[in-house]
């Protein structure tokens, strides 16, 4: 069985480095690099990177779609590319040479016609012996949030597992959706119940709350550097975080879910899946800019969990 995930807003992300950002200077930049962005197309990277199979299904318009198609292309990264009206956007990163800090601009999106929202649902739904449906990222300008709805009912429909790693209203949206995993961080877990969390109790008592409301059969809550924790399927468990220097902070969310997604598919249990999901966002962490997990170091990293 196959994976595939969904993207509503892919971006090309452009990475460069100056030595010091200063407002009103011209900043001279080295040479940029470009990766294929956006939660889901990263989860798809991520999951061929490490020898599973994952088409990435989004939606592509203008130079900087057809720019995303070329890179992942190149990676062999399997694609099915819908075709829009808007250009898809960009999103820039600025590595700054002393102290190291990071700054990232993220640019809106084009919106998408109800016809490409439908166009794209119909082209994920028409892919054969999909086990697997991850919709990650953030909703596009003017999209309903309840699209993840009418992807839940669709998974429902077809007994496929949903994975959704979103945020905001997005996210919000989620409560009801059907899902079978969502991987909120900590701070979005507040939100959602409202009320602050300050203690390990309490934190597992807001993804029981979660599991409750039906957001989804396992709620894995992203602690940062301190691992994360799940709750669902009768586990109630939490993996710690490996410790490793921090390269780039870009797509670990990403990598922990692309890992925890082909585990599931390739018939791992969850606490196996969790501890693979912490070793490919540590992982990613290693690498630097925009690049993602390299599978070699996340199986190293997933080894040591087990020793």
């Known amino acids: 069985m196959a994976i595939a995930t969904l993207t509503l807003n892919p971006a090309l992300d452009v990475t460069t480095c100056t030595e010091k950002v200063r407002p009103q200077h011209k900043l001279r ?3 940029p690099r470009f990766d294929p962005g956006g939660g889901g197309i990263n989860v798809a990277r991520v999951i061929t990177h490490l020898g599973g199979k994952a088409t990435a299904v989004f939606p592509s318009g203008g130079p900087v779609g057809a720019v995303i198609v070329k890179l992942l292309e190149d990676e062999k990264v399997p694609i099915l590319a819908v075709p829009i009206a808007g250009t898809t956007r960009e999103s820039f990163t600025v590595d700054e040479g002393r102290p190291g800090d990071q700054y990232r601009f993220v640019l809106p999106g084009p919106e998408l016609r109800e016809d490409e ?9 028409g892919l054969a012996d999909v086990s697997h449906i991850v919709v990650s990222g953030s909703l596009p300008p003017g999209c309903d949030p309840a699209i993840l709805k009418r992807i839940g009912a669709r998974c429902r429909e077809a007994g ?6 979103t945020s905001g209203p997005a996210l919000a949206a989620c409560e009801g959706a ?3 995993l969502i991987k909120p961080s900590l701070r979005e877990v507040a939100d959602l119940v409202g009320r602050d969390i300050a203690s390990e109790d309490d934190e597992m008592a807001a993804a029981r709350t979660l599991q409750a409301r039906g957001f989804a059969e396992l709620v894995v809550i992203s602690l940062a550097e301190r691992g994360a ?3 669902g399927a009768g586990k109630e468990l939490r993996v710690p975080a ?6 780039g902070t870009v797509g670990a969310g990403d990598s922990m879910v692309a890992a925890i997604t082909l ?6 249990g969850i606490e196996d899946a969790l501890r693979y999901g912490i070793a490919a966002g540590a992982a990613t962490l290693m690498t630097p800019a925009t690049e993602l997990a390299r ?4 199986e190293r990293l997933y080894a040591a969990t087990a020793s």
Do not use: N
Request: glycine share 4%.
């Open 29 to 31: 930049c080295t040479a």
């Open 117 to 125: 929202q439908a166009a794209l649902l119909d082209a994920l739904f």
């Open 160 to 165: 496929v597992k949903l994975v959704i790693d």
């Open 178 to 180: 059907g899902a079978w």
């Open 229 to 231: 924790l799940l709750v």
């Open 242 to 247: 490996i410790p490793v220097e921090a390269k």
């Open 263 to 268: 585990a599931s598919a390739e018939g791992k």
């Open 295 to 298: 599978k070699e170091d996340v």
